[in-house]
């Protein structure tokens, strides 16, 4: 659309799959929305390209359902480190192996079927009085949506850009042509690092290495999961290697005046969790929820409870990773008690009660003791 009408109820400022889902959020309450990005779609992003059963719920919710002939279902998480091996069963179905393109694909798709207007090449230059700035044209929204990622430009724009501590790790991803050799996601953890295995197709899996190392990548990092490397020694690359940013960090502020953020812009976890996109997908939802109401306070408070969780298991699971003999003794108790370890699945994806994360805590820690 060269000519989008000069005012909208909400303007989401990025097109990726957080900006995408609030837009069809916020049209779901019946209020006019347009998301400006200055890519053009499917845009594409390196993750591990796996959607955890709360973030497939999460996207029901908005009324997004994806197909079944474009993912690769899988059961559960594997941990593996050395010759130890753990592995759980998520309790409420599959979670999905999805490449980022078709996800983002499908999430245009919809949000064109729900009547929002979408500026693909438009990138927004700076807020205005009553809105946005594209071009040389203003235009008004009643509020404004920063789903421009971790680096976002609308959270220096709206004075939200605070000097807070986060945890910047360095994430690579490739894609190998080879017939995934098991329904489990596995977490590969090495020395200094971690290696996703996703299944995603019939013969593509999906390797995505996260480490505080900047210099490390794939190919160099699977010398230290000997196992892992001669599984792949024959399969031909599927794709290039790509490169991104995973950071941990919790905003004071998330919303000042009009303009809201979301996703990453909003603050993040490791991506060690795997739960940035449901994350990003429940916050789309309260946001939409709040500007209905015109109470972005709620948004303020909210955002922080549903923040708690994955922060909490990206600290465990960062623990873990960081000291080699609490990794060992961690997956012994996995190994011998597998309930244990369903029970932490439990909590990650957000199907375990506040006492089940007490009882749950305090039963892990005294087997870990025992150990």
């Known amino acids: 659309m060269t000519q989008p009408p000069r005012q909208f109820d909400v303007f989401v400022i990025g097109g990726g799959p957080a900006g995408l889902a609030t837009a069809i959020a916020v049209r779901l309450r019946g209020l006019t929305v347009a998301v400006a990005d200055g890519a053009i779609p499917p845009i594409d992003k390196p993750c591990g390209e796996g959607l955890m059963p709360d973030g497939i719920e999460a996207l029901r919710n908005l009324g997004v359902t994806i197909p079944s ?88 724009w709206a004075g939200l850009e605070q000097h807070v501590p986060k945890n910047m790790r360095f994430g690579f991803r490739r894609h190998y042509r080879i017939a ?17 295995v996703t299944p995603v197709g019939e013969n593509d899996v999906c390797l995505a290495l996260v480490s505080s190392n900047q210099q490390l990548r794939l190919d160099a990092a699977l010398s230290d999961f000997p196992a892992l490397a001669a599984r792949l020694a ?7 290697e790509r490169g ?58 909210e955002h922080r409870r549903l923040l708690r969780r994955p922060a909490l298991m990206a600290r465990l699971m960062l623990l873990i990773g960081k000291h080699t003999r609490l990794r060992q003794r961690t997956l012994q108790v996995f190994e ?20 089940d994360y007490i009882a749950n805590g305090i039963s892990l820690g005294w087997q870990l003791l025992r150990a």
């Open 69 to 156: 002939e474009v993912v690769y279902p899988f059961r559960g998480i594997r941990f593996a480190s050395g010759p130890q091996r753990a592995e759980a069963v998520f309790s409420q179905g599959p979670a999905y192996g999805i490449r980022r393109t078709t996800l983002h694909q499908i999430l245009v798709d919809q949000a064109a079927a729900c009547g929002v207007i979408t500026l693909w090449q438009k990138p927004v230059r700076g807020l205005s009085r009553d809105g946005v700035l594209i071009g040389n044209r203003s235009i008004a929204a009643r509020f404004i949506v920063g789903a421009d990622g971790t680096s976002s430009r609308v959270r220096r």
């Open 180 to 196: 995934p050799w098991t329904d489990f996601m596995e977490l590969h953890w090495g020395p200094d690092c971690q290696i996703y």
């Open 234 to 240: 024959d399969a031909p690359h599927a794709s290039t």
């Open 244 to 301: 991104a940013i995973t950071v941990s960090r919790r905003l004071p502020r998330v919303f000042r005046n009009r303009v809201a953020l979301v996703g990453d812009a909003s603050g993040g976890v490791d991506a060690i969790t795997g739960e940035g996109l449901c994350l990003a997908f429940r916050q789309a939802a309260l946001l939409a929820d709040c500007f209905a109401s015109g109470n972005l306070a709620r948004y303020q408070r």
């Open 336 to 355: 011998s008690h597998p309930e244990s370890f369903a029970r932490m699945l439990a909590m990650h994806v957000g199907t375990a009660s506040p006492r």
